[in-house]
């Protein structure tokens, strides 16, 4: 009888299961992204999620709704995936947290069956440190960290290399990265130290450099750097190619907004990939692949203003004449070889002792 009882529940779950699948109740993906990192719909853009969640249902037959959220930092999408008390189908970390993530298992091994427009991926892109094997991650942008100024109010002989960040006759007006990494990144790039050394000497030299800086330092900041360079509230901020365009669109009439990439600096590749905590691992490739079709990506990258390792968007003439030349100078320089430069400068992930080693110096840089 137990057995029997046992059989018919089973089969009543997987009925439900089935029937959830094919028809009737609306699938849930939830998909966790950094801020202003998709096109949303907003001054008449294309709606990305809302196209995915139509798409699906004319293909498919079936609904879904997309729950959309956002992170500030790496940091704090890790702390809620490693804390297994949330639960995310899409992440979209940057390479070095995701060499961490696949280390402690927070990943899962993605089929390419279902995400046929990895075509379109730019072999320059794949299987980089982080994930050599390409078996986690589909690129979704790339970049390099850069140095944003108002000319108004910034002597244009001073925009020069690290050296901006730290000018006194700037004090109270400068920004800086509040997360640990770019933060000791800006300092070790001036110094001329590897950012993935794993001698505490150089981490405690650049702890001072940071040290030395924070007099200066009107505050700390990941998003809020768009209000306050825009607005003409602070005049100089580290932070990545992309987002200088966004700046330049909402700046002030008493702004004019420049930017320029010191000789060494941070190239990063941020990537989509499913968590372990994932519920809905197939939907969430059929997102990705989405997210890879050429509508979708244009959309995107015109909208996040963040370089493509699409194909289809960096060859698309009308991606090209919309961006105009100078975007498309600073998203793509000629002069720089992305891999070579990416495999010198990238962010590594370091190991438990010297994140710890990080963390302390970092509280003590912002205690300080």
């Known amino acids: 009888m137990k057995k029997i009882l046992c059989l018919m529940v089973v089969l009543s779950v997987v009925m439900m299961n089935f029937s959830g699948c094919i028809g009737g109740n609306t699938l849930t993906l939830n998909v966790y992204n950094w801020g202003e990192y998709i096109s949303d719909g907003s001054e008449g853009s294309y709606d990305t999620i809302r196209e995915f969640e139509n798409w699906y249902e004319q293909t498919y037959g079936q609904k879904v709704t ?8 790496n940091e ?14 899409v ?68 925009a020069k290399g690290w050296d901006l960040m730290w000018n006194d006759k700037y004090e109270g007006r400068i920004l800086q990265f509040n997360n640990s990494r770019d ?29 030395k800086q924070r007099p200066l330092v009107y505050s700390y900041v990941m998003d809020e750097i768009y209000n306050m360079m825009e607005s003409g509230e602070a005049s100089v901020g580290a932070y990545y190619a992309g987002d200088y365009f966004t700046m330049v ?3 002030a009439e008493n702004v004019d907004l420049k930017f320029y990439y ?19 691992k197939e939907l969430a490739e059929i997102f990705i692949n989405f997210m ?21 968007v960096y060859n698309d003439s009308e991606y090209k004449e919309n961006m105009g030349e100078d975007a498309m100078k600073i998203l793509y320089p000629e002069d720089i070889d992305f891999k070579a430069s990416y495999n010198e400068y990238a962010y590594r992930n370091l190991d438990a002792e010297m994140l710890e080693y990080l963390n302390t110096l970092w509280e003590n840089v912002k205690i300080n």
Not at 294 to 307: I, K, L, M
């Open 262 to 280: 010191p000789e060494k600096t941070n190239f990063f590749l941020d990537a989509m990939c499913i968590p372990s905590c994932a519920q809905n």
């Open 91 to 158: 992440v979209i970390p940057s390479d070095y947290m995701i060499a961490r993530m696949m280390e402690e298992n927070l990943l899962l091994p993605l089929n390419y069956d279902n995400i046929p427009n990895y075509k379109n991926i730019d072999d320059s892109f794949k299987g980089l440190y982080f994930d050599p094997e390409a078996k986690y991650t589909v690129p979704y942008t790339y970049g390099m960290v850069g140095v944003i100024y108002d000319a108004n109010t910034v002597d244009s002989e001073d």
């Open 292 to 312: 890879l079709s050429r509508d979708a990506a244009v959309a995107n990258a015109e909208y996040t203003y963040y370089s493509s390792p699409n194909s289809t």
């Open 183 to 211: 933060a000791f990144g800006s300092a070790m790039y001036k110094l001329g130290i590897d950012v993935n050394t794993t001698d505490k000497a150089h981490w405690d030299r650049a702890h001072d450099e940071l040290l």
């Open 249 to 251: 669109d909402a700046q």
């Open 66 to 73: 997309v729950n959309y959220s956002t992170f500030a930092s």
């Open 76 to 89: 704090d999408m890790y702390s809620k995936i490693s804390s297994g008390a949330v639960s995310y189908d």
